[in-house]
C-alpha cells in the first residue's frame, strides 16, 4: 500500500489557507533520500549526483540538494540561471543541453559549469561561441543498436541524444588536439529503469570505453557520469530500486576494469526522478461526477499540472483521502477539465466510492510533474508547497494568477 506522510485532517488545514491544487513535497523524505544516495556510493572516489533541475526546478528544493551536497544537472538557459541564483558555481553545475544555442554554451562557460557535448559538430560551434575550448569537456555517448532502451527514453537507435562511438572517439582526438586538457564521459539511456542490472551493464560499457580511450589515446577520463534515469516503484506492487546492489556491482566493475588499468575516474549521477518523485503529492478535490457510458470524477487539477498519465499513459497511485481503509469499490477514470480527451489521471481505476468534495491524493508527483506543467486552456500553474519536518507548510512556489498569465500580451 502507498500511504501518504499525512492525515485528512492535516490537508483539510492547509486548504483553509491554500486552495487545491497544488503540489506538496516532503522535505524530509527528499533529504533521506538523498542522503542515501550518497552514503551507498561513499566508496567511489568524488561521487556526486548532479541532479536534474528540470525535474522540480524549484530554489528551496535545489538549495536542499546543494546543502546534501549535490550538483545540479542543467540543460537551458533559465535552468542554467536558477544554478547560478541558488548558489550552484563552477563545477557543482554540469550543462547536459541538446541543440544548444550560443546563448546558452556561453552562461555555462562563463558560470565555469562541466559542459557536456551532445554532438561532434558542437564542438566547432562551442568554439565559435566561446572563441577558445574550455580546459575540461565531457561528450554523451549513444550505443546506438550496443544496448536497448525503455519505453519513456526510447531505443538509443532512435534517440536524438549523443554521439555514436565512433564519433565519440574522433571528438576526444580532435579536443585533445586543440588543447583541452580534461575529459568526461557521459550517458543516459535509460529513463525510470528499475532492474538494476540495467544500471550495472551501463556502467560496465562506459568503463570498457575508458579503458579503451586510454589505450588508445592517452586519454584518463577525470569523470563518467553515468545519467539519471533510477526508477521509482510508481505503482503499489512495484518494489523499490535497489540502488545497493548496483553501487555494489559498480564497485566490482570499478575495481577489476578500471583500478586494474591503474584508471580513476570520479563517479557521477544525474538522477532527478529517484531524489524527489516519490516525495511529491498533487492535491486536488473532487468538482464532479458524471455517469455515461463510464463514471467520471472531474478534479480541480488538470493534466496542466501533472502530464505524464497523458504523455506516457504513465500510472500514478491515487489515494482517497480520510478512504484508505474502505474497498475499491468502483471503476472510476479520474480527470482533469482540459479539452482533451487523454486529460485522465487514471482511467478504470477501482477506487472507494468517491463523493464530490472528497480531496484525492495524486502520489509521486515530485519529479517532471509541476515542471512539465503548461497553460493550455488558459489553465494556470498550481502553487508548491513544501512539509517540513515539523510538519508545518510553507508556499515555495505561489500559484500562478490570471494576471500572469495575460502577462504577455497586448489588448
Ligand atoms: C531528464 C534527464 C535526467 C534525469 O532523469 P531522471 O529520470 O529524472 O533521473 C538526467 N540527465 C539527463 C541528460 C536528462 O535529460
Given at each position: 500500500?502507498?500511504?501518504?506522510?499525512?492525515?485528512?485532517?492535516?490537508?483539510?488545514?492547509?486548504?483553509?489557507?491554500?486552495p487545491?491544487?497544488?503540489?506538496?513535497?516532503?522535505?524530509?523524505g527528499?533529504?533521506?533520500?538523498?542522503?542515501?544516495?550518497?552514503?551507498?556510493?561513499?566508496?567511489?572516489?568524488?561521487?556526486?549526483?548532479?541532479?536534474?533541475v528540470?525535474?522540480?526546478?524549484?530554489?528551496?528544493?535545489?538549495?536542499?540538494?546543494?546543502?546534501?551536497?549535490?550538483?545540479?544537472?542543467?540543460?537551458?538557459?533559465?535552468?542554467?540561471?536558477?544554478?547560478?541564483?541558488?548558489?550552484?558555481?563552477?563545477?557543482?553545475?554540469?550543462?547536459?543541453?541538446?541543440?544548444?544555442?550560443?546563448?546558452?554554451?556561453?552562461k555555462?562557460?562563463?558560470?565555469?559549469?562541466?559542459?557536456?557535448?551532445?554532438?561532434?559538430?558542437?564542438?566547432?560551434?562551442?568554439?565559435?561561441?566561446?572563441d577558445?575550448?574550455?580546459?575540461?569537456?565531457?561528450?554523451?555517448?549513444?550505443?546506438?543498436?550496443?544496448?536497448?532502451g525503455?519505453?519513456?527514453?526510447?531505443?538509443?537507435?532512435?534517440?536524438?541524444?549523443?554521439?555514436?562511438?565512433?564519433?565519440?572517439?574522433?571528438?576526444?582526438?580532435?579536443?585533445?588536439?586543440?588543447?583541452?586538457?580534461?575529459?568526461?564521459?557521459?550517458?543516459?539511456?535509460?529513463?525510470?529503469?528499475?532492474?538494476?542490472?540495467y544500471?550495472?551493464?551501463?556502467?560496465?560499457?562506459?568503463?570498457?570505453?575508458?579503458?579503451?580511450?586510454?589505450?588508445?589515446?592517452?586519454?584518463?577520463?577525470e569523470?563518467?557520469?553515468?545519467?539519471?534515469?533510477?526508477?521509482?516503484?510508481?505503482?503499489?506492487?512495484?518494489?523499490?530500486?535497489?540502488?545497493?546492489?548496483?553501487?555494489?556491482?559498480?564497485?566490482?566493475?570499478?575495481?577489476d576494469?578500471?583500478?586494474?588499468?591503474?584508471?580513476?575516474?570520479?563517479?557521477?549521477?544525474?538522477?532527478?526522478?529517484?531524489i524527489?518523485?516519490?516525495?511529491?503529492?498533487?492535491?486536488?478535490?473532487?468538482?464532479?461526477?458524471?455517469?455515461?457510458?463510464?463514471?467520471?470524477?472531474?478534479?480541480?487539477?488538470?493534466?496542466?499540472?501533472?502530464?505524464?498519465?497523458?504523455?506516457?499513459?504513465?500510472?500514478?497511485?491515487?489515494?482517497?483521502?480520510?478512504?484508505?481503509?474502505?474497498?475499491?469499490?468502483?471503476?472510476y477514470?479520474?480527470?482533469?477539465?482540459l479539452?482533451?480527451n487523454?486529460?485522465?489521471?487514471?482511467?478504470?481505476?477501482?477506487?472507494?466510492q468517491?463523493?464530490?468534495?472528497?480531496?484525492?491524493?495524486?502520489?509521486?508527483?515530485?519529479?517532471?510533474?509541476?515542471?512539465?506543467?503548461?497553460?493550455?486552456?488558459?489553465?494556470?500553474?498550481?502553487?508548491?508547497?513544501?512539509?517540513?519536518?515539523?510538519?508545518?507548510?510553507?508556499?515555495?512556489?505561489?500559484?500562478?494568477?490570471?494576471?500572469?498569465?495575460?502577462?504577455?500580451?497586448?489588448?
Amino acid at each position: 500500500m502507498k500511504a501518504a506522510p499525512f492525515t485528512l485532517q492535516a490537508i483539510q488545514q492547509i486548504i483553509t489557507e491554500y486552495p487545491t491544487p497544488f503540489h506538496l513535497y516532503n522535505q524530509q523524505g527528499i533529504a533521506r533520500t538523498a542522503q542515501k544516495l550518497n552514503k551507498t556510493f561513499r566508496w567511489a572516489n568524488g561521487f556526486r549526483n548532479y541532479y536534474a533541475v528540470k525535474a522540480l526546478p524549484n530554489p528551496t528544493i535545489l538549495k536542499l540538494l546543494i546543502d546534501e551536497g549535490m550538483g545540479l544537472d542543467c540543460s537551458s538557459l533559465a535552468e542554467l540561471i536558477l544554478a547560478e541564483r541558488v548558489g550552484a558555481r563552477g563545477e557543482q553545475i554540469m550543462f547536459t543541453s541538446n541543440d544548444t544555442t550560443s546563448d546558452e554554451y556561453r552562461k555555462a562557460a562563463a558560470l565555469g559549469a562541466i559542459i557536456n557535448l551532445d554532438d561532434i559538430s558542437h564542438i566547432e560551434f562551442l568554439e565559435q561561441s566561446l572563441d577558445q575550448l574550455p580546459e575540461l569537456l565531457c561528450f554523451r555517448f549513444n550505443p546506438g543498436s550496443e544496448r536497448v532502451g525503455n519505453d519513456i527514453i526510447g531505443n538509443p537507435t532512435e534517440a536524438k541524444y549523443g554521439l555514436t562511438r565512433n564519433q565519440l572517439f574522433e571528438a576526444y582526438k580532435i579536443c585533445k588536439q586543440k588543447g583541452v586538457k580534461r575529459f568526461g564521459l557521459h550517458t543516459m539511456i535509460a529513463s525510470n529503469e528499475l532492474e538494476p542490472s540495467y544500471f550495472i551493464e551501463t556502467a560496465r560499457m562506459l568503463f570498457d570505453i575508458a579503458v579503451e580511450l586510454h589505450d588508445q589515446q592517452g586519454i584518463s577520463l577525470e569523470f563518467i557520469n553515468m545519467g539519471g534515469g533510477f526508477g521509482i516503484p510508481y505503482k503499489p506492487d512495484q518494489e523499490a530500486l535497489d540502488i545497493v546492489g548496483i553501487s555494489d556491482g559498480i564497485k566490482k566493475l570499478y575495481d577489476d576494469v578500471l583500478t586494474t588499468n591503474n584508471l580513476s575516474p570520479k563517479l557521477f549521477y544525474e538522477c532527478g526522478r529517484y531524489i524527489t518523485g516519490p516525495h511529491g503529492y498533487l492535491i486536488s478535490t473532487v468538482l464532479h461526477q458524471k455517469h455515461t457510458y463510464r463514471d467520471y470524477i472531474g478534479l480541480d487539477a488538470s493534466m496542466a499540472n501533472l502530464m505524464r498519465p497523458g504523455m506516457y499513459g504513465a500510472y500514478h497511485h491515487i489515494t482517497v483521502l480520510g478512504k484508505e481503509n474502505e474497498s475499491a469499490t468502483h471503476a472510476y477514470d479520474v480527470t482533469g477539465s482540459l479539452c482533451e480527451n487523454n486529460d485522465k489521471f487514471a482511467i478504470q481505476r477501482q477506487l472507494p466510492q468517491i463523493e464530490i468534495g472528497d480531496i484525492i491524493v495524486i502520489h509521486d508527483t515530485g519529479a517532471h510533474g509541476h515542471s512539465m506543467g503548461f497553460n493550455y486552456n488558459g489553465k494556470l500553474r498550481s502553487a508548491e508547497l513544501l512539509l517540513k519536518p515539523d510538519n508545518t507548510v510553507t508556499v515555495i512556489r505561489r500559484a500562478e494568477t490570471l494576471d500572469d498569465c495575460f502577462a504577455t500580451l497586448d489588448f
